[in-house]
Structure formats: C-alpha cells, structure tokens
C-alpha cells in the first residue's frame, strides 16, 4: 500500500511517500515560507524522483492540527482535494501524535507542545506501545503553560518536544526538575513518515477514512471567529 503524508500543520512542512512500512522518500523543511506556494510542487517533485504516480497511491494522510490555521487548513485542503479527484481514502492524525512519535522509545512520556500564543500552547501527553505507535493518556488540548506543568508534576519523566520548546525550556525546567528532559533538534522536527505509519496502522485497524465531512481540529476559534462570537452572545450586529 502507498501512502503520501503531508503535514503543514506547522512552519515545518513534511511530505513522505510510504511503501506499507517502509519510507520511499521523505522531503522536510523548516524555513518559515508559505506552505501553500510550496507544498503541491514538492509532493510532485518527490512522486516524480521515485517515479511513482498520483495513479499508483493507495492511501493519503493529513497532519489535522492543532497548529497554525492557515498551515493545518492548507494541508487538509489539499489532501482532501487529491482524496475527492483520485477516489482515495484520507486518513487525519493530530499533528501532536505526529510529533510525538520522535520520542517512541524514551522510558516515560512524551508531550509535544507548540506555542498557541497568550503564554498557552497546544499540548497533549503520549506513551510508546508495543506496537511502534503512541497513544494519548491525557487529552489533547490548549491549556496555559502553567497550569499544565502543574498538572504533569507526578508524570514521572517527561520528554517535551517541538521547536516552541525552547521558550518555554527554563519554565518547564523550574516546574519539574530532573523530571523534564528535552529532544535534540532533530527530534524536535515533525516527521510525515511518521505521519504515514500512524495513517497505516489506523487504515489497518478501522479500515476505513475520514470522508468529505473531515474537518481540522484547531482545539480553539481563530481569534476573529471568537470576536464575532463573542458579538453575537452580546446582541452586537458584527457583520
């Protein structure tokens, strides 16, 4: 089975193509550039290189937030398209799991993290299986940095992932002590293989994808759609 795995959940933009469980070719970047420019000239451009077509993919994976919401909205824009014109499964998994998975095998949990402004961050905490895949043992959810240290103060041992890490580093450092340790900066690095495994173990179980109802999970309204509820509730005309 073929998999192709986007993720542009985030300013790191991945694209991998899949084999089963082994990983054809794999294209990441961390340059802060417009995802939308860029992300259909490098899933051609990798197709191209190991000279597979859109005809010969059996499966497309989506990154499906949180993040930015104009980088998670492209990528599940996008791969809902290729699933509609191709008749292909689509299969979303939480750009959080994604991340996590870089830290499968460290001995205690992991909690991937992005900045979500407002001194909160997007966050959920994870655990290896035996089976090469994570598993959540607390929710995802947006929640303040503080708040959520206190909640993981007897974790155990946490691994803390993501390139928004480093703010917040000394923070976490002072909360949990010798029960915090931090990724290298590779692992701080969302993979779309990973994205692509995940996508097949859950095809594997389910069988089955999201459908054309599939949305992203922002975990939170953008700032504008809060506003303007936020108007309605009070009876103001925001329109």
Not at 183 to 200: D, F, K, Q, S
């Amino acid at each position: 089975m073929k998999i192709l795995a986007m993720d542009t959940s985030t300013l790191v933009m991945g694209v991998a193509l899949l084999d089963d469980e082994r990983v054809l070719g794999e294209v990441t970047t961390n340059l802060r550039k417009d995802h939308s420019v860029r992300l259909m000239p490098t899933v051609a451009r990798l197709l191209e290189e190991l000279r597979v077509a859109v005809a010969d993919l059996d499966l497309i994976a989506v990154a499906s937030g949180p993040g930015s919401y104009t980088g998670v909205r492209i990528g599940v824009t996008t791969a809902k398209t290729l699933s509609w014109s191709r008749n292909l499964p689509l299969v979303g998994i939480s750009s959080l799991a994604v991340l996590a998975m870089n830290g499968l095998r460290f001995r205690g949990k992991v909690a991937p993290l992005f900045d979500a402004r407002r001194d909160r961050v997007y966050t959920g905490l994870f655990e290896g299986t035996g089976s090469g895949e994570v598993r959540a043992v607390k929710e995802e959810r947006v929640i303040p940095l503080d708040a959520w240290l206190e909640e993981l103060k007897d974790e155990g041992p946490i691994l803390f992932l993501g390139d928004d890490v480093a703010r917040f580093r000394q923070r976490i450092e002072t909360a949990l002590g010798d029960d915090a340790a931090f990724g290298t900066p590779p692992e701080n690095i969302p993979r779309a293989a990973c994205l692509g495994r995940l996508a097949l173990a859950r095809w594997r179980r389910e069988g089955k994808g999201e459908g054309m109802a599939f949305t992203p999970n922002y975990l939170q309204l953008a700032e504008a759609e809060a506003k303007w509820l936020s108007g309605r509730r009070n009876g103001k005309n925001t329109e």
